[in-house]
C-alpha cells in the first residue's frame, strides 16, 4: 500500500480565496482523521471519520472549515474564505480495526498552507 | 488547558548513549499511550506504545515506561544513532479513537 496520501503537498494562496486539501487514506481503514500542525498549538485534531460518517468536530476552528468523506477512499478539507492565520501544515492519518491498532492512526505527508 | 505535555522542547544526546524522552498527563481516562516521531517534510510514524494496564513495553532498541500513579511516561532509546535525530510526540487516548498530542521533543544525537 501506498500510505496515506495528500495533495497538494504545498499551497500557497491569497487572503480571501477557497483552498481545498485532499486525502486518501489506506485501504481498509476506516477511521480518518485532519490535523492542523503549528508552533504555536502544535499538533491538533480537527474533526475525523469512522466509516464515512463524521464523528467529532469540535476541532474544527470556525464555520469557514468544512471536511467531507463522500466514499472510503477520498477526503476533502475545505477554508473558505482563507486567512494567513490558516497558515500551518495539515496532515490526514487513518487508523483500522481492533483493540489497539483503530489507535494506531498513519499519516500522510502533510500539506503546507501558506495564506498571504 | 494541555492534557498531555512534553516539557523539554529539545535534547541532545551523543551517539551510542541513552536518550529519555518524557512525557506527563492529566486526564485519567486515558488508557493507551503512543509514541510518534516525526522527520522535516513528513507526518508523524508511530513508533510504540502502551496500554495502561502495563507498565513497560520494549520494541528492540526502544522501550517506553508508564507510572500511573504519576501519570508519566518516558521513551528510552538505547543505543541512540544519528538517524534517531528527529521530533518525538507523545499522545493518549481514552474513550473513543481521538489521540491527543504533547507539543514534541527534538532530539539531536550527535556522532
Known amino acids: 500500500d501506498a500510505g496515506v496520501i495528500q495533495s497538494p503537498r504545498h499551497e500557497v494562496t491569497e487572503m480571501g480565496q477557497e483552498v481545498t486539501l485532499r486525502c486518501k487514506p489506506i485501504?481498509?481503514?476506516?477511521?480518518l482523521f485532519w490535523y492542523r500542525q503549528t508552533m504555536m498549538r502544535g499538533l491538533e485534531l480537527l474533526i475525523y471519520f469512522n466509516n464515512n460518517v463524521p464523528i467529532d468536530d469540535s476541532g474544527m476552528p470556525e464555520d469557514r472549515f468544512s471536511a467531507k468523506m463522500p466514499n472510503a477512499s477520498f477526503s476533502t478539507l475545505k477554508i473558505q474564505p482563507s486567512e494567513p492565520r490558516d497558515s500551518a501544515v495539515y496532515f490526514c492519518a487513518s487508523s483500522g480495526q481492533g483493540p489497539h491498532s483503530s489507535y494506531e492512526q498513519y499519516f500522510g505527508p502533510g500539506t503546507r498552507l501558506t495564506v498571504t | 488547558d494541555q492534557q498531555v505535555k512534553q516539557n523539554s522542547p529539545s535534547l541532545s544526546v551523543q551517539e551510542g548513549r541513552i536518550s529519555i524522552l518524557n512525557c506527563d498527563y492529566t486526564n485519567s481516562m486515558f488508557d493507551y499511550f503512543l509514541w510518534y516521531k516525526k522527520y522535516p517534510a513528513e507526518g508523524p510514524t508511530f513508533l510504540i506504545s502502551i496500554s495502561s494496564i502495563k507498565d513497560k513495553n520494549e520494541d528492540g532498541r526502544f522501550t517506553v515506561f508508564l507510572n500511573k500513579s504519576a501519570k508519566h511516561l518516558s521513551l528510552h532509546i538505547v543505543p541512540s544513532q544519528p538517524g534517531d535525530s528527529a521530533v518525538y510526540f507523545c499522545a493518549a487516548s481514552g474513550a473513543g479513537n481521538m489521540l491527543t498530542f504533547g507539543g514534541g521533543t527534538r532530539l539531536m544525537v550527535k556522532p
Open positions: 485501504s481498509g481503514h476506516d477511521y
